[in-house]
């Protein structure tokens, strides 16, 4: 199993910046991707970005040219940063790692964006 600690959340205001960051730990050799999904109230959850060991990288349409995942391998984490954010952004944010062993979320850390 994989276990995934994430951090970064908080309160900011539209158009400024906030950097999610998450930490994997356990089986992490057997992880192939990784990335963030975010919930706003009432709605389903949904992919924001997934960065592949590969190097593959896919984004939501609705962050694109705002929001930039990277990842170090090394160090087993991933980090999202995202810049311009808007009040629909406001959602958990959830950290996720693909692997041969199955699929692992994070507990979640809030965005919200308001002024």
């Known amino acids: 199993q994989v276990q995934l600690v994430e951090s970064g959340g908080g309160l900011v205001q539209p158009g400024g910046s906030l950097r999610l960051s998450c930490a994997a730990s356990g089986s992490i050799g057997s992880i192939y991707a990784m990335g963030w999904y975010r919930q706003a109230p009432g709605k389903q959850r949904e992919l924001v970005a997934v960065k592949h060991s590969g190097g593959n990288t896919v984004y939501a349409d609705s962050v694109k040219g705002r929001f930039t995942i990277s990842r170090d391998i090394a160090k087993n984490t991933v980090t999202l940063q995202m810049n311009s954010l808007k009040p629909e952004d406001t959602a958990v944010y959830y950290c996720?790692?693909?692997?041969?062993?199955?699929?692992?979320w994070g507990q979640g850390t809030q965005v919200t964006v308001s002024s």
């Open positions: 996720n790692a693909g692997g041969t062993n199955g699929v692992s």
